[in-house]
């Protein structure tokens, strides 16, 4: 089975500047996905980003980008520019390809992002 | 903009009452989730449906919890009787497995039971 892992419980940085957020995964498989998804106050869960384990160039969504390390099994998550809207919990998933076995994602437990003013 | 509904957003109800959460998935999504989030445990995977099809129901407790698919544009959570430790966000999530495999969720169904 995998498992998803996230070391940081709580995050802080300063509007403007820049975070990273860090997730190690456990897997057999070759081939998956992974994502990270924010969850404000709300509760909604909203996807940020997402990476295919077969391609080599690390994704990027606006002021989001990834960190992607294959071998080191490690998907860490760069927010550049922080704004006062990008507190929220971050949670790191992992998907298989194969959807063979058990499907959907395997959460880490959460990074909770302070964004001081 | 297509999205995931469920209802109700919020419930209260008594200890022993049944509770039934709905959920509407993405038109077209093949594949329809039911997590819940708690505190304590995080995000657990209760089961989920394929082209309708129940593939994996080993995260629910079986004799009170019940999932059903009676349609392609319906996903039912039932719970009977309902504890207090059900207490929880549940979320449905829909996707296309097979292509982009991305899971996208629905705004998720607050309980508490006291």
Redesign the interface.
């Known amino acids: 089975a995998q498992t998803v892992t996230q070391s940081q419980p709580e995050m802080s940085v300063q509007e403007a500047e820049t975070v990273t957020l860090s997730c190690t995964y456990d897997t057999s498989e070759s081939d998956y ?1 992974l ?1 990270w ?1 924010k969850q404000p106050p ?6 940020v980003i ?1 990476q295919e384990a077969y391609k080599q160039q690390n994704a990027t969504e606006n002021r989001f980008s990834v960190n992607f390390q294959k071998a080191a099994k490690s998907f860490s998550l760069k927010i550049s520019d922080s704004q006062l809207g990008d507190a929220a919990m971050y ?1 790191c998933a992992y ?1 298989s ?1 194969t ?1 063979g076995g ?4 395997t ?1 880490g ?2 990074t909770h992002l302070i964004i001081q003013p | 903009d297509a999205r995931v509904t469920q209802t109700p957003r919020h419930k209260v109800t008594e200890m022993g009452q049944e509770v039934t959460m709905r959920c509407q998935p993405i038109l077209g999504h093949n594949t329809v989730f039911w997590y819940r989030q708690t505190m304590m445990q995080g995000l657990e995977l209760l089961a989920y449906f394929r082209n309708r099809a129940p593939l994996d129901d080993s995260g629910m407790p079986k004799d009170r919890f019940s999932a059903e698919m009676p349609d392609a544009t319906l996903a039912t959570l039932k719970i009977q009787p309902s504890e207090p430790r059900d207490s929880a966000v549940y979320f449905c999530a829909s996707g296309f497995w097979g292509f982009g495999n991305t899971i996208y969720f629905g705004e998720g169904s607050w309980l508490t039971v006291v």
């Open positions: 996905y994502f998804y709300s509760r909604q869960m909203i996807l997402r949670f998907r390809i959807g058990a499907d959907g994602l959460f437990k959460g």
